[in-house]
């Protein structure tokens, strides 16, 4: 499975960016998918998730109702809306594909092939 990861790149804090991710490899909708990121210094945490069909999805609390994930399994393609976009928003972010038959994923270790990630620098 190949996951490539686009558009990230710098803002200014209130603004937003798209990120999307485009996989191949496998039946895309037989998977559920999910956004991490990982910032210098910390951990990669939990962003997003969303489940196969996309009915449903789940965020981190920092980022509720600021992100919104979707999906369109004839693209095999992710999305990560991110709106009024912080600072404290800034890392690499990492799309993946979690294992089957998760219907849907919040763990990492629930995830096991990862895209190559796309940085977000928010500036204050």
């Known amino acids: 499975v190949q996951l490539q990861a686009s558009g990230g790149g710098l803002v200014q804090a209130g603004g937003s960016l798209r990120l999307s991710c485009a996989t191949s490899?496998?039946?895309?909708?037989?998977?559920?998918m999910g956004w991490f990121r990982q910032a210098p210094g910390k951990e990669r945490e939990f962003v997003s998730a969303?489940?196969?069909?996309?009915?449903?999805?789940s965020y981190a609390d920092s980022v509720k109702g600021r992100f919104t994930i979707s999906r369109d399994n004839a693209k095999n393609t992710v999305y990560l809306q991110m709106n009024s976009l912080k600072p404290e928003d800034t890392a690499v972010y990492y799309c993946?594909?979690?294992?089957?038959?998760?219907?849907?994923?919040?763990?990492?270790?629930?995830?096991?092939?990862w895209g190559q990630g796309t940085q977000v620098t928010v500036s204050s």
């Open positions: 993946a594909v979690a294992r089957a038959p998760l219907v849907i994923a919040t763990m990492e270790y629930q995830y096991h092939y």
């Open positions: 490899g496998r039946t895309f909708s037989n998977y559920a």
């Open positions: 969303i489940s196969r069909s996309g009915g449903s999805t």
